[in-house]
C-alpha cells in the first residue's frame, strides 16, 4: 500500500459525476462523531460496506486533528465516485506530521490512530497548502469499492490508478 504523498487525488479522478460535500465543525471533542455522521449520511446508499472501514478512518482523523491542534475549526470534505470515497480533513497546524506507528501494546488506548487508518484505507497521505512555509495541511485516505470483497479495505498496488 502507498504510502502519504504531497498530493491529494484531484476532484477528475473521481470523473464529472462524482459528489462533494464540504462540513466544518468546530474543535470540540463531538467533532468525530458529527463527522462519522455526516460521512454515514453521505456514503450510506452508494457503499454501505464501506461505511465500517470509512467510519473507523474519520473518527481517527478527525480525533488526531482535535488532539493535536488548536484550529478553532475542522474541515471535512467528502469525494463520492462511482468506486472510491475520498475524505480531507483539514486543520491549520502543518506540524508535526501524523505518522504511523508501530503498533502499541494492544492495552494502550493511544497511539493506534494511524495505524488503524493504514490498515483499512485503500490510500492515505497529507497536502500541505502555503508553499515553502505551509500555513495548514489536509490528511486524507481513500476508501475503495473493489476492496469491499477483500475485506478491511486493504487494496493490492495493481488495483491503484
Not at 484550529?71 to 483539514?90: F, K, T, Y
Not at 494511524?114 to 484505507?121: C, G, N, R, S, T
Amino acid at each position: 500500500m502507498p504510502h502519504a504523498s504531497a498530493l491529494t487525488p484531484s476532484a477528475p479522478f473521481f470523473g464529472r459525476h462524482a459528489e462533494r460535500y464540504r462540513l466544518s465543525t468546530p474543535h470540540t471533542p463531538r467533532a468525530p462523531k458529527i463527522a462519522r455522521d455526516f460521512l454515514v449520511t453521505l456514503i450510506g446508499v452508494q457503499h454501505p460496506a464501506l461505511i465500517e472501514p470509512g467510519t473507523l478512518c474519520m473518527s481517527e482523523v478527525v480525533t488526531n486533528a482535535i488532539r493535536h491542534t488548536r484550529s478553532p475549526r475542522i474541515v471535512i470534505e467528502v469525494s463520492i465516485g462511482d468506486e472510491r470515497v475520498l475524505v480531507r480533513v483539514h486543520d491549520n497546524r502543518p506540524c508535526p506530521l501524523p505518522a504511523p506507528k508501530q503498533p502499541p501494546h494492544e492495552e494502550f488506548e493511544h497511539g493506534r490512530g494511524l495505524v488503524l487508518v493504514e490498515a483499512h484505507a485503500a490510500r492515505r497521505g497529507i497536502t500541505f497548502f502555503g508553499g515553502f512555509s505551509p500555513r495548514s495541511k489536509a490528511v486524507w485516505f481513500e476508501l475503495h469499492k473493489t476492496a469491499e470483497t477483500r475485506g478491511a479495505g486493504a487494496i493490492r498496488r495493481a488495483d491503484l490508478p
